[in-house]
């Protein structure tokens, strides 16, 4: 070995990062988020894109949001969820640590 | 929108690729062999660290192979798995195209 592999522990904690990912609904929201402007976007504009109720929509964005994906603020009505900066290069790197 | 989201096809297919990865085991696979000299190991080398049968662990090294994670070589009488360069790092841009 050139270097450490990842230990057992971390192994687990990045697969559910990876399994956050592993869902075709959660791809495509986070897809249209990292293409509004801002990399921001309301629930309001998820729903229509992904022909997906509200509340599918809410409890894909949980996911994604706890996996630290993207962040979520509350203005007026809506709740609008952005990339975090980072996350998902993040990932790439957190194998060959 | 500033630019296009993914479409659903390419959503599901690159959500395929996140599974294959959204698993403890595999994540240390990828890990060991990414930390191994010129990024390679032999499935001989593989077992040990698992602590896993030789078979499973040839199950786990197919599914990252299928998925275009690794790239596979016959030496002698044992299989050799390679890290391909560039696959995981296409995996977050994958998401913003």
Same mark, same amino acid.
Request: hydrophobic content about 45%.
């Given at each position: 070995?050139? #270097?450490?592999?990842? #230990?057992? +522990?971390?192994?687990?904690? &990045?697969?559910?990062?990876?399994? /956050?990912?592993? *869902?075709?609904?959660?791809?495509?929201?986070?897809?249209?988020?990292? /293409?509004? +402007?801002?990399? +921001?976007?309301?629930?309001? *504009?998820?729903?229509?894109?992904?022909?997906?109720?509200?509340?599918?929509? #809410?409890?894909?964005?949980?996911? @994604?949001? *706890?996996?630290?994906?993207?962040? %979520? &603020? %509350? %203005?007026? #009505?809506?709740? $609008? $969820?952005? @990339?975090?900066?980072?996350? @998902? +290069? %993040?990932?790439?790197?957190? @194998?060959?640590?």
């Amino acid at each position: 070995m050139t #270097s450490a592999p990842i #230990s057992l +522990e971390e192994a687990a904690k &990045t697969a559910t990062l990876f399994k /956050a990912l592993g *869902d075709p609904t959660r791809v495509l929201l986070i897809s249209i988020v990292a /293409a509004s +402007e801002g990399h +921001e976007a309301c629930v309001c *504009d998820l729903t229509e894109p992904t022909g997906l109720s509200q509340p599918t929509v #809410s409890h894909h964005l949980k996911i @994604l949001t *706890d996996a630290g994906f993207l962040s %979520r &603020t %509350r %203005r007026g #009505s809506w709740a $609008y $969820y952005a @990339l975090v900066p980072g996350a @998902l +290069e %993040r990932l790439a790197t957190a @194998l060959a640590t």
